[in-house]
């Protein structure tokens, strides 16, 4: 696997725990979380030591589709995919142009990689909806702030999708969405 799918992966030292970050699932905010805590912490690593427990953070894939096209599409949005990666996409566009270049690109760019393949094999998995109880549960030490709150997040994704689009990405993201068990 490519190391541009593996950034976001941190180890925390003295508690021998893999965090395994997926863009788009709440990363920028346990990455936060733990450069303001007292922990011994590495990043950019190719894969989290295998005697340390693996904990991979996921989010629901169409949740995170439509987040990704907000943030990467938007105006104002200082790191556009038109910039970084494929022509195609533009300041602006509609979500239903978006999601047929990623259909076209899934392995393109780690905003749209598949989060099985971005995480691999972990000890758990904890999802972006279930990421506060859990976290405190963890890591009491370790507050998590939610500093860049997407606007979508706390809106419900589905209005966004018509039934084609949500199967599209049903069909794109069939090995992701069998694999955590989301649900449209």
Same mark, same amino acid.
């Given at each position: 696997?490519?190391?541009?799918?593996?950034?976001?992966?941190?180890?925390?030292?003295?508690?021998?725990?893999?965090?395994?970050?997926?863009?788009?699932?709440?990363?920028?905010?346990?990455?936060?979380?733990?450069?303001?805590?007292?922990?011994?912490?590495?990043?950019?690593?190719?894969?989290?030591?295998? %005697?340390?427990?693996?904990?991979?953070?996921?989010?629901? #894939?169409? @949740?995170? &589709?439509? /987040?990704? =096209?907000?943030?990467?599409?938007?105006?104002?949005?200082?790191?556009?995919?038109?910039?970084?990666?494929?022509?195609?996409?533009?300041?602006?566009?509609?979500?239903?142009?978006?999601?047929?270049?990623?259909?076209?690109?899934?392995?393109?760019?780690?905003?749209?990689?598949?989060?099985? %393949?971005?995480?691999?094999?972990?000890?758990?998995?904890? #999802?972006? @909806?279930? &990421?506060? /109880?859990? =976290?405190?549960?963890?890591?009491?030490?370790?507050?998590?702030?939610?500093?860049?709150?997407?606007?979508?997040?706390?809106?419900?994704?589905?209005?966004?999708?018509?039934?084609?689009?949500?199967?599209?990405?049903?069909?794109?993201?069939?090995?992701?969405?069998?694999?955590?068990?989301?649900?449209?």
């Amino acid at each position: 696997m490519s190391r541009l799918f593996l950034a976001n992966h941190i180890e925390l030292h003295r508690l021998k725990v893999g965090l395994l970050l997926v863009p788009k699932a709440a990363s920028t905010a346990i990455r936060s979380a733990v450069r303001r805590s007292d922990q011994a912490y590495s990043t950019n690593l190719q894969i989290v030591r295998r %005697k340390y427990y693996r904990i991979g953070i996921v989010r629901n #894939t169409w @949740d995170r &589709l439509l /987040a990704v =096209w907000h943030a990467k599409t938007n105006p104002a949005w200082p790191w556009k995919l038109s910039q970084l990666h494929n022509s195609e996409f533009q300041s602006g566009m509609d979500f239903a142009p978006f999601l047929d270049i990623v259909a076209r690109n899934i392995e393109a760019n780690h905003h749209f990689y598949p989060q099985h %393949k971005i995480i691999g094999r972990c000890h758990q998995v904890w #999802t972006t @909806d279930e &990421l506060d /109880a859990k =976290w405190l549960e963890r890591f009491p030490d370790m507050p998590l702030m939610h500093d860049n709150v997407n606007v979508l997040r706390t809106r419900d994704y589905r209005p966004y999708y018509t039934t084609a689009l949500a199967d599209l990405v049903r069909e794109i993201y069939i090995d992701e969405i069998t694999h955590f068990g989301f649900e449209f």
